[in-house]
């Protein structure tokens, strides 16, 4: 990264940084979406106990992984106020953070697992795979979060390219894994829908490993030694890491355990409507990579310009990584509008699964125009380490207005399932509107702070 004087330069540098990191987000996606689009050619009740599974799985991985990404500014900031000698200690305390939580998440799964699924009403079938699928998957806890240090490490250094190349070589390999697990072939077991856990799990430590190779000898990365020396735990360094990477962790768990919480909802549906509705929030989350990958992208920059107290700049990355969004959330809604048919096609080949999905993608549309909002604020607050508000605004949006609303309209309406989504979409709006309100406060406050 490099400070630019321009608002060419500004876009140059905001989409050298961006492409990889939507590269690594859309193949980071494209892994889920081989799990689901393989388990719902496998069968429904496949596809709808890796839908569970996955609901339980994903905000404990994405909730816990959002507290390591604290180390992304927090690097970033490091750099623009040069101070590079600092970062391998920073780094490692990431990693030592990161060994606590998979230990936690394995031995919260023992004892929690079984009564968090005997309060679904599920078929037995379906029980059974999701029970399975989490079971192997807690193989790949340690690796999926030593790895996201890593990651964020890269990024922080505003080296997006490494995460880029990690996932694409990643890919191919968990896809081949999926197709051998769960259709048992070169004398695999033939698994369904758990194959890919199995899948998923052995890929996350074949991601940690290229990670620790590319920072152990490649430079620049070789160059921190983040790997030259063991830190003891420093409690001051946690407090850092806990104090911007809870609030960011628990905004994202918010966020990502409503959808959990209502896919959960909906096993009082039948499995059909629960692998319709799984495969239409697997397809919206694909879209959702678009603003996320913008909003990583903002985190880094910001995080450098506010390093070294470049307020104004880090204002002008926000207002042009909002306006990207907006604008890729209006192609989005055309294709969606377009070839709604075809893009529920993709997930299955039973007719009323189909044509449930489709109806379920309509409410798609206004889930990402909140998110091109929502997301690329979020990055940029975490950019100037303002994390508390944005989980607040998390926590009411989602579960105080989104939740309660769909689950309402649910019940005491004709909507049935789609009410859920009508909630999670009121819900987006409100914490968008919220967002927005906090950055306009705190870009102010930054640029009257340097002024003095």
């Known amino acids: 990264m490099k400070q630019t004087f321009t608002y060419s330069q500004k876009i140059r540098q905001l989409l050298a940084i961006l492409l990889p990191v939507l590269v690594t987000q859309l193949t980071t996606f494209a892994m889920s979406f081989f799990d689901i689009f393989m388990s719902g050619h496998y069968s429904s009740i496949d596809l709808a106990g890796v839908a569970i599974g996955t609901s339980i799985w994903i905000p404990v991985q994405t909730g816990l992984g959002g507290i390591l990404f604290a180390v992304t500014p927090i690097v970033a900031q490091l750099i623009g106020a040069k101070g590079e000698?600092?970062?391998?200690?920073?780094?490692?305390?990431?990693?030592?953070?990161?060994?606590?939580?998979?230990?936690?998440?394995?031995?919260?799964?023992?004892?929690?697992?079984?009564?968090?699924?005997?309060?679904?009403?599920?078929?037995?079938?379906?029980?059974?795979?999701?029970?399975?699928?989490?079971?192997?998957?807690?193989?790949?806890?340690?690796?999926?979060?030593?790895?996201?240090?890593?990651?964020?490490?890269?990024?922080?250094?505003?080296?997006?390219?490494?995460?880029m190349l990690i996932s694409l070589l990643s890919l191919p390999v968990n896809a081949v894994l999926n197709y051998v697990f769960i259709y048992g072939k070169i004398g695999a077991p033939e698994l369904g829908g758990v194959g890919t856990a199995v899948a998923t799990a052995t890929t996350y430590w074949l991601m940690l490993a290229i990670a620790a190779s590319f920072a152990w000898a490649s430079k620049p990365f070789s160059g921190f030694g983040i790997f030259s020396r063991v830190y003891p735990?420093?409690?001051?360094?946690?407090?850092?890491?806990?104090?911007?990477?809870?609030?960011?962790?628990?905004?994202?768990?918010?966020?990502?355990?409503?959808?959990?919480?209502?896919?959960?909802?909906?096993?009082?549906?039948?499995?059909?409507?629960?692998?319709?509705?799984?495969?239409?929030?697997?397809?919206?989350?694909?879209?959702?990579?678009?603003?996320?990958?913008?909003?990583?992208?903002?985190?880094?920059?910001?995080?450098?310009?506010?390093?070294?107290?470049?307020?104004?700049?880090?204002?002008?990355?926000?207002?042009?990584?909002?306006?990207?969004?907006?604008?890729?959330?209006?192609?989005?809604?055309?294709?969606?509008?377009?070839f709604d048919q075809q893009i529920a096609g993709l997930y299955t080949r039973?007719?009323?699964?189909?044509?449930?999905?489709?109806?379920?993608?309509?409410?798609?549309?206004?889930?990402?125009?909140?998110?091109?909002?929502?997301?690329?604020?979020?990055?940029?607050?975490?950019?100037?380490?303002?994390?508390?508000?944005?989980?607040?605004?998390?926590?009411?949006?989602y579960w105080v207005v989104g939740l309660p609303l769909g689950w309402a309209l649910a019940r005491y309406t004709d909507l049935g399932p789609f009410g859920f989504w009508i909630g999670l979409i009121t819900g987006l709006a409100f914490g968008a509107a919220g967002l927005y309100g906090r950055l306009s406060y705190i870009q102010r406050r930054s640029v009257n702070v340097a002024s003095m």
């Open 85 to 163: 000698d600092r970062v391998a200690f920073k780094v490692m305390q990431g990693f030592l953070l990161a060994a606590l939580l998979s230990v936690l998440v394995i031995a919260a799964g023992v004892w929690a697992l079984e009564p968090i699924l005997n309060l679904m009403n599920l078929e037995a079938e379906v029980r059974s795979i999701a029970q399975r699928y989490l079971v192997v998957m807690g193989f790949g806890v340690p690796a999926y979060f030593l790895y996201t240090v890593l990651r964020c490490f890269f990024d922080g250094l505003g080296q997006t390219r490494i995460s």
């Open 350 to 397: 039973e007719t009323a699964v189909l044509e449930l999905t489709r109806q379920f993608l309509a409410y798609a549309i206004f889930f990402q125009l909140a998110d091109a909002i929502a997301a690329p604020i979020q990055g940029v607050l975490r950019g100037y380490k303002d994390v508390n508000i944005t989980f607040f605004i998390a926590l009411v949006s």
């Open 233 to 338: 735990v420093s409690l001051p360094a946690w407090k850092e890491l806990l104090g911007i990477g809870i609030p960011i962790g628990l905004a994202i768990f918010f966020e990502t355990s409503i959808f959990a919480a209502v896919t959960m909802l909906m096993s009082q549906f039948n499995t059909m409507t629960i692998a319709a509705h799984q495969a239409a929030i697997n397809f919206a989350s694909f879209l959702y990579m678009v603003p996320l990958s913008i909003s990583m992208g903002l985190t880094i920059l910001v995080g450098y310009e506010v390093g070294a107290g470049r307020f104004k700049d880090a204002r002008v990355y926000g207002l042009l990584g909002i306006g990207l969004a907006i604008a890729m959330a209006a192609l989005c809604t055309v294709a969606l509008l377009l």
